[in-house]
């Protein structure tokens, strides 16, 4: 069991937050709650970014020192929001909000993964009618292996997930959110993952 904090209650927050806690962890979810994300973070060993991407960065810049010495898994993507709400452009070319995060926050060991798909298959990855992806980028290899431990809690076989290396190659997945809005588009609010075929 492990202690978790799950910033952001929305959709995927709080999908994150009922899966993890079935799997035996420990988790709070955390709402606007003034004080509370700070509260949560200092007694979490991770702490999940599910918050809005535009404005992560500042949100847990704010929680320096309570996310001091733990593992950041963060989940979002930094867009602005289309004419129609979906997904627009990336508020970081050329760069991540994974990458921000882990200049903004040096004592703090960021992880980047299940950002590349709608939120159900989050927490339930056999849904699909093909295998997917799940991927890791991030500057410490103990910090990757615990997310990884935890992708099995949430159902991702092991071969379903791939070590992408250092935090700069978040920015390559955090890309992958500009497939989005045509995907739904063209085919609906279904669930779906990039992967890839081997």
């Known amino acids: 069991m492990t202690t978790i904090a799950v910033l952001g209650n929305g959709r995927v927050g709080g999908n994150l937050a009922a899966a993890l806690t079935r799997a035996g962890h420990e988790v709070t979810a955390v709402d606007r709650t003034p004080g509370a994300a700070a509260r949560a973070a200092r007694d979490a060993r991770i702490v999940i970014n599910a918050t809005p991407g535009e404005g992560s960065l500042d949100r847990l810049v704010g929680l320096r020192e309570e996310l001091r010495d733990k593992i950041l ?3 979002s993507n930094a867009t602005v929001d289309g004419p129609d709400g979906l997904p627009g452009a990336l508020i970081y070319p050329g760069s991540s909000l994974a990458e921000q995060l882990q ?3 040096p004592h703090t060991r960021v992880v980047k993964t299940l950002n590349t798909m709608l939120f159900p298959v989050m927490t339930a990855p056999a849904m ?3 295998a ?3 991927f890791l980028s991030g500057e410490d290899p103990q910090a990757k292996q ?8 949430l159902g991702w076989q092991k071969e379903w997930i791939t070590d992408l290396g250092g935090i700069q190659t ?6 992958a959110i500009l497939f989005v809005p045509h995907v739904i588009r063209s085919s609906g609010f279904a669930p779906f993952a990039i992967s890839i075929a081997r």
């Open 73 to 75: 898994v963060d989940v």
């Open 103 to 105: 200049e903004a926050l």
């Open 128 to 130: 699909l009618t093909r």
């Open 132 to 134: 997917p992806d799940a």
């Open 146 to 153: 615990t997310v990884r431990e935890l992708l099995v809690d």
């Open 170 to 175: 978040a920015r390559a997945t955090e890309a």
